[in-house]
């Protein structure tokens, strides 16, 4: 077995068609990370860990070497405003232990690495065997776990019906609405699967994401034009692939509301959202819901995953959460120390202050 870095783009673009068969999700695929990569690359540089097994590759870890102000950080890609959920080692389980010894002996062994930050993990370590990097880091390194906002996965039953009749009454109530609303053709539906073309769809989500947040008084995602830039590629990649979908409910011709789902082996994940502050009468949330959660159940498919937030839709759809955290690893060095330490304080003191004086401001993903 052979343990071989990646650290230039041209090598990284070559890495394509291993990566792919190696199946992942989503937010772990080539076209997602190689388009988180293209917009966010400045000031960073790339260490991809590649496993290979006389020649092949049969493991990889998504990571970039992150050397703003100072940090020298190893941090996956995909991190950031990005909020790329569940991130992990792209590998099987008969390779994962090797992999991660492997890698935590390389990030010892380095002068340069001080700091290695998981963003967006699985908190459970039962769950995430890839904490055990964390873990084979041993002694030289400070660990401090940070709780994020959760995800929240909604368990499917075998038909619509059940799922219909298990729900609250004020959540059927709304079913049952937006279910004659759309199936009498007062609200149209349309879908990058059928007719809707990708360019359009992704204007709209954006339109719509953009009016949406500005009605709520929060800051979109949307502002960064380096966001724009990394998910209008990372969707024009994975929509024809099959793996990611733009959905529109329509009324009177005008798109009132638009879901970004991806598509993985458990099911459908709601990435991004958008609603128009003038259709909020029809509900428009709870039409795509319903038309999504309705065939992901016909399709036989056992969940559907809201993502990471704790927006109080989730819940009222019968969602659960699944805790996710940020795990940082910190070289026990006295100058690296301090100053991780005095970021930290920065930033409490940036989100007290920001509370205080902008309660209810914030930035939606």
């Known amino acids: 077995m052979n343990l071989r870095i990646v650290k230039s783009e041209a090598d990284f673009m070559q890495l394509r068609g291993a990566w792919d068969a190696l199946d992942p999700a989503p937010m772990q695929s080539f076209a997602w990370n190689f388009a988180w990569w293209q917009s966010f690359s400045r000031y960073n540089a790339l260490r991809i860990y590649c496993y290979e097994d006389q020649g092949s590759v049969v493991g990889i870890a998504p990571f970039y070497f992150d050397r703003r102000l100072g940090q020298r950080a190893l941090k996956f890609l995909g991190s950031g405003i990005t909020c790329s959920d569940y991130a992990q080692l792209i590998v099987a389980d008969e390779h994962r232990q090797?992999?991660?010894?492997?890698?935590a002996e390389d990030v010892r062994q380095s002068r340069f690495i001080r700091m290695v930050e998981l963003d967006g993990v699985l908190a459970d370590p039962s769950r995430n065997p890839d904490l055990k990097i964390v873990?084979?880091?041993?002694?030289?390194?400070?660990?401090?776990?940070?709780?994020?906002?959760?995800?929240?996965?909604?368990?499917?039953?075998?038909?619509?019906?059940?799922?219909?009749?298990?729900?609250?009454?004020?959540?059927?109530?709304?079913?049952?609405?937006?279910?004659?609303?759309?199936?009498?053709?007062?609200?149209?539906?349309?879908?990058?699967?059928?007719?809707?073309?990708?360019?359009?769809?992704?204007?709209?989500?954006?339109?719509?994401?953009?009016?949406?947040?500005?009605?709520?008084?929060?800051?979109?995602?949307?502002?960064?034009?380096?966001?724009?830039?990394?998910?209008?590629?990372?969707?024009?990649?994975?929509?024809?692939?099959?793996?990611?979908?733009?959905?529109?409910?329509?009324?009177?011709?005008?798109?009132?509301?638009?879901?970004?789902?991806?598509?993985?082996?458990?099911?459908?994940?709601?990435?991004?959202?958008?609603?128009?502050?003038?259709?909020?009468?029809?509900?428009?949330?709870?039409?795509?819901?319903?038309?999504?959660?309705?065939?992901?159940?016909?399709?036989g498919i056992a969940e559907f995953d809201f993502l990471r937030g704790d927006e109080p839709y989730k819940k009222f759809w019968g969602a659960r959460p699944i805790p996710l955290a940020t795990v940082r690893c910190v070289s026990k060095s006295l100058l690296t120390t301090a100053g991780h330490k005095l970021a930290l304080g920065a930033r409490r003191l940036k989100g007290d202050l920001r509370s205080f004086q902008w309660r209810g401001l914030g930035v939606a993903r």
């Not at 090797?98 to 890698?103: K, L, T, Y």
């Not at 769809?201 to 034009?225: I, M, W, Y």
């Open 98 to 103: 090797d992999f991660i010894s492997a890698i």
């Open 135 to 299: 873990d084979r880091l041993g002694t030289p390194f400070w660990r401090y776990d940070r709780d994020v906002e959760s995800s929240w996965v909604l368990d499917l039953p075998d038909s619509w019906d059940q799922f219909v009749k298990n729900s609250a009454s004020n959540l059927r109530r709304k079913i049952r609405k937006a279910e004659r609303r759309i199936d009498s053709g007062q609200v149209q539906i349309r879908s990058t699967r059928n007719d809707l073309p990708i360019e359009s769809a992704f204007a709209t989500l954006v339109r719509l994401h953009l009016e949406r947040t500005d009605a709520k008084g929060l800051q979109s995602a949307f502002c960064n034009p380096e966001y724009v830039r990394f998910l209008h590629a990372a969707a024009t990649d994975l929509i024809p692939q099959g793996k990611a979908e733009i959905i529109t409910a329509g009324y009177e011709d005008k798109p009132i509301a638009v879901h970004l789902n991806l598509h993985g082996a458990s099911g459908p994940q709601l990435y991004q959202s958008g609603a128009s502050r003038d259709a909020m009468e029809l509900e428009p949330g709870h039409l795509l819901f319903t038309y999504a959660i309705r065939r992901t159940i016909d399709e």
